[in-house]
């Protein structure tokens, strides 16, 4: 897979995998493995899946999208494509935030975040986020179906500071560390049907796929 740089103003570097149809996937990177490098595209493969186009938004200031930077790219990103009849947001940690906050500057099908962070307090990420001044994500963005994913093993408190509301299913992975929610998700080969459900807005689809995977819906009732 080949991506063609379409917008490239540090931080933000925005890459476009060509195709055909009428929807679109906008992957945001998470931090990355190596703090020297800029951060690599991600879900390239299952964004990609039948030959649809895909934007892939990777910033190295690590800024969990609150650069002002953020909204030039973005935009800057969906017009090289063109207009899209479904367009979806995804991302892992940092990038699920980046993924979350796009919904409120452009219109989304849904958004896709694995382990976003509820408070950018968390010691796992001070590193980047003690100089953010606003550790507390905008969510969630009215209009558009909102899917989060969290392992409970190490990010239990994270999950519990989003709130429960209509747009919004939350998937529990018992057991499931934070770094390991990915690939547990790649391994199963659920990423790519989790796309699909999210941009048909095929919500019982994406329960099947959750439920196969071990994940379980967040309900009050299971006490948290």
Partial sequence: MILQTVYDTPPWHVALAPGAGDDLVIAFSSVGHDASRPPSPE??????????PALFISDNSRSWGFDPGFTPA?????????????CITIGSSMGAVCALRAAHLVPLTAVLAFGPQSTLNDPRWTRWTARLADNAPSFPAAGTWH???HGLADDRD?????????NVDHILYPGILHSDLGPHLKAKGALAGLIDAALFSDRRRLLRIVASTGGVQRRKSMGF
């Fill in 43 to 52: 879900f390239v493969a299952s964004a990609t899946a039948g030959g649809r």
């Fill in 74 to 86: 973005l935009q800057s990103g969906l017009s090289a494509t063109g207009p899209a009849t479904r």
């Fill in 147 to 149: 899917v989060l994913f």
């Fill in 158 to 166: 994270q999950a519990l500071g989003f709130p429960e509301t209509p």
